[in-house]
């Protein structure tokens, strides 16, 4: 019994350590917030920081690979929701739309964090990871609305995406999100009148 005691106790400091940066670094970017910051906010010592965390960026790859499982999660949810591969992108559409007018939006994390860290640093290979599985979930899925068209039709579902996430930033969050929505919905739209058309022939 006494054996586990530390061990739950150092599971929870490091989730104290990733749930505060994922709420600061989101908040207010990554290289703006420092250790000593992280350590008094999470209370933890900076001995323990260092024990789960050898550096702030080993830190900083925690956080992406934290905010890649809770999105990832939500898609898989999305796509276990709706058998239908176009409803299935429609509710991924709505998670987004529904992200960009949650308080406190700030953007796409993974863009923000690109924009702090250039290629070959290991925080900016998280990111690319995180948008190469998104471009291929999407790709599946489109790959069933409509097969020749799929990689060009998720590509353009992500510009989308991309385009609205920094918008809802700068402008009206609803009315990027409708704007946004009728982006997917029109994109799904031609895919499936050329799937029906060739199934026509």
């Not at 900016?124 to 799929?150: K, S």
Request: aromatic residues 8%; charged residues 20%; negative net charge.
């Amino acid at each position: 019994m006494t054996t586990s005691q530390p061990e739950t106790r150092t599971s929870e400091a490091r989730q104290r350590l990733l749930a505060t940066a994922t709420r600061i670094f989101y908040a207010e970017g990554i290289h703006a917030v420092g250790v000593d910051r992280l350590v008094a906010e999470a209370k933890v010592t900076r001995a323990t920081f260092y024990r789960h965390f050898p550096s702030k960026e080993d830190l900083v790859v925690g956080y992406l690979r934290e905010v890649h499982a809770m999105e990832r999660g939500a898609v898989d949810a999305a796509i276990a929701a709706n058998p239908s591969p176009a409803d299935a992108l429609l509710a991924i559409a709505d998670w987004i739309s529904q992200a960009i007018q949650s308080p406190g939006f700030r953007g796409c994390a993974f863009l923000n964090a690109a924009a702090e860290y250039p290629a070959g640093q290991p925080a900016h290979d998280e990111v690319i990871a995180h948008r190469q599985w998104f471009l291929e979930t999407l790709t599946t899925l489109m790959a069933q609305v409509h097969a020749r068209t799929a990689e060009p039709a998720a590509r353009h579902f992500v510009m989308l995406r991309d385009g609205a996430m920094a918008a809802g930033c700068l402008f009206d969050p609803v009315l990027v999100s409708e704007t946004f929505h009728q982006g997917i919905e029109g994109l799904l739209r031609v895919n499936a009148e050329r799937q029906a058309n060739e199934t026509a022939r």
